[in-house]
């Protein structure tokens, strides 16, 4: 049995060029929760073909239209990756995605350390796991110069 792969969203203006990385406040609670929130990715994959079609269906208001020029990211992670004492808990989104989780037990500063961390081989100058959905499907971004 494999983990579960979690899906983050990414908006494009959480991108730092100067360092190369997107911010840790990507990955931290939306405003008033207190909980991380993610979709599982074959849940997604089930329920809308894509994850970047499962975004512009469940999640317009949170990045722009995958079409060009516009475009937004993705941090695909395992379940199994996240630091010890978190919890992944489903529960639907208030657009209604029955593959929306909440990871909760990381305080603020924790997730986003982590997330800093997680997303970037420092060593390589690399993205782990970032994907770019733009009018063109999903690519993973290897390094910065492709966002």
């Known amino acids: 049995m494999h983990s579960m792969e979690l899906v983050r969203i990414l908006h494009p203006d959480e991108y730092e060029p100067a360092k190369r990385r997107f911010k840790g406040s990507a990955f931290e609670p939306y405003v008033d929760l207190d909980d991380i ?3 599982e990715e074959n849940c997604a994959v089930g329920a809308s073909l894509t994850i970047c079609r499962h975004v512009d269906i469940f999640y317009p208001e949170t990045v722009p239209p995958a079409t ?3 475009a937004f990211y993705l941090w695909k992670f395992s379940k199994a990756a996240l630091p010890p004492g978190c919890n992944v808990t489903q529960k639907n ?3 209604g ?3 929306h989780y909440n990871i ?4 603020k500063k ?3 350390k982590w997330f800093k961390k997680a997303h970037v081989d420092s ?3 690399s993205f782990l796991g970032v994907w770019k959905c733009d009018g063109s499907g999903l690519s993973l971004v290897t390094g910065p ?3």
Do not use: K, Q
């Open 110 to 112: 924790a997730a986003m």
């Open 104 to 107: 909760s037990g990381l305080t």
């Open 97 to 99: 995605d029955v593959c």
């Open 37 to 39: 929130s993610v979709f």
């Open 123 to 125: 060593a390589l100058g």
């Open 93 to 95: 989104s208030e657009s």
């Open 145 to 147: 110069e492709f966002i």
């Open 68 to 70: 060009p020029p516009s």
